[in-house]
């Protein structure tokens, strides 16, 4: 009967200390609240594919505070020329909650959040993480594979026990990274008509589902895709429409098709009158040398990985700088025909790879393109007169 007896006071104070233990595990985990913040877009260039950080609440201390990945100084020792180079250098930081959805708010960017409702342990893992990341805050930026976004996507991904890893997230989706960047900014803008000059046929590649969380946007519409149980979604801010980059600018499109209509006229003029524009060649040789140029840096000598296998080079050649001096000669060298022939041979095996898909040019450049192959027909025609 005793032994009985001690065996129930022995459950019971097992059961209790079993209630506390839970209690204390609930009261931890209901002490610090998760989310991931999705910024809309800004008006400027530097805000127009948004934004994400994460916000930790301690609900104990009454602490409510963002990680931010995405702090940058431009005030910093070689920041331009690390951005040149391909090395960017961002850093996390710990702002004020209210301070920074304020300032977003001023900006009328959309603010949403998604409340992560997670086990004590992932969320001791991913709070520790941040915290360990900010005795050394600085890491090297990259637009698609290194940003904001995609820290904050590897968090929620690989350190929650796979509640968030869907098997579809490595599986190839029907986009690129160029289609993606121009949902964002309008092709025919002179921001995409640079980031199209600077960025090869490496990101014309169809990329997978969790490559496209290099954009916020992205990642906040799979995190919606668990709302319920293990997320909460909360609208913090709604402008009355939303804004996006914007340029008040003449487009690029209407400026290259009024630039290569005075090429044509120019040319027809020339071979009417048996005249020759040096001037107007010179110009165009120095513009597309110095284009081929920056094209190869970025490919070869720099560390931007967008930047390499970008075939631009072949309507915008960098040794055309040696041209301007040949047509200057009093005798032009043979050599020269065969150079412009092979410029000719270079933009036509261009057209061949706009339409095979090895690389996407920027539309706004086709008047140009065609431009440059009648005004080099005219050259060829031209210089062998001239030596003849």
């Known amino acids: 009967m005793n032994k009985t007896y001690i065996n129930i006071l022995f459950a019971l ?11 204390n595990e609930l009261e931890n985990k209901n002490r610090y609240k998760l989310s991931i913040l999705s910024i809309g877009e800004g008006l400027s260039l530097v805000d127009a594919f948004g934004h994400t950080a994460i916000r930790v609440k301690d609900t104990e201390l009454k602490n409510d505070v963002v990680f931010n990945f995405g702090v940058y100084d431009f005030n910093s020792p070689n920041f331009y020329s690390n951005f040149v ?15 920074l959805i304020q300032n977003y708010i001023t ?6 959040e998604h409340q992560l409702n997670l086990d004590q342990n992932s969320t001791k893992i991913i709070i520790d993480l941040l915290v360990e990341k900010l005795n050394d805050p600085y890491y090297t930026y990259d637009y698609f594979r290194d940003n904001c976004t995609t820290r904050a996507a590897d968090i929620v991904i690989d350190k929650t026990n796979n509640k968030f890893k869907d098997d579809k997230l490595e599986s190839e989706a029907v986009l690129t990274y160029r289609d993606l960047i121009h949902r964002k900014i309008n092709e025919n803008s002179w921001a995409a008509l640079g980031i199209d000059l600077c960025l090869g046929a490496i990101i014309d590649k169809k990329i997978n589902t969790r490559e496209t969380f290099f954009l916020p946007e992205n990642l906040m519409n799979y995190l919606d895709l668990y709302e319920g149980d293990i997320i909460k979604r909360n609208i913090i801010y709604s402008p009355g429409s939303e804004i996006s980059y914007r340029e008040n600018l003449p487009s690029p499109l209407l400026i290259n098709i009024i630039l290569s209509l005075i090429i044509v006229a120019i040319t027809i003029f020339n071979f009417k009158s048996n005249k020759w524009n040096k001037s107007l060649d010179s110009l165009i040789f120095l513009i597309s040398g110095s284009i081929g140029i920056l094209i190869i840096y970025l490919w070869f000598f720099s560390n931007h990985f967008a930047g390499a296998q970008n075939f631009n080079f072949l309507w915008a050649f960098p040794l055309n700088f040696a041209l301007i001096f040949a047509i200057y000669k009093n005798k032009i060298p043979n ?6 022939k092979l410029l000719i041979i270079l933009i036509i095996l261009l057209f061949l790879h706009w339409a095979t898909g090895v690389q996407k040019y920027n539309l706004t450049l086709l008047p140009i393109f065609v431009a ?14 001239t030596i003849k």
């Open 335 to 340: 050599w020269s025909i065969g150079y412009i």
């Open 13 to 23: 104070a097992l059961i209790f200390f079993s209630l506390n233990i839970y209690a």
């Open 107 to 112: 900006q009328k960017r959309y603010i949403v």
């Open 372 to 385: 440059l192959l009648i005004r080099y027909s005219f050259l060829v025609h031209r210089i062998n007169r």
């Open 85 to 99: 180079k391909g090395r960017p250098e961002y850093k996390l930081a710990i702002q004020n909650y209210n301070n």
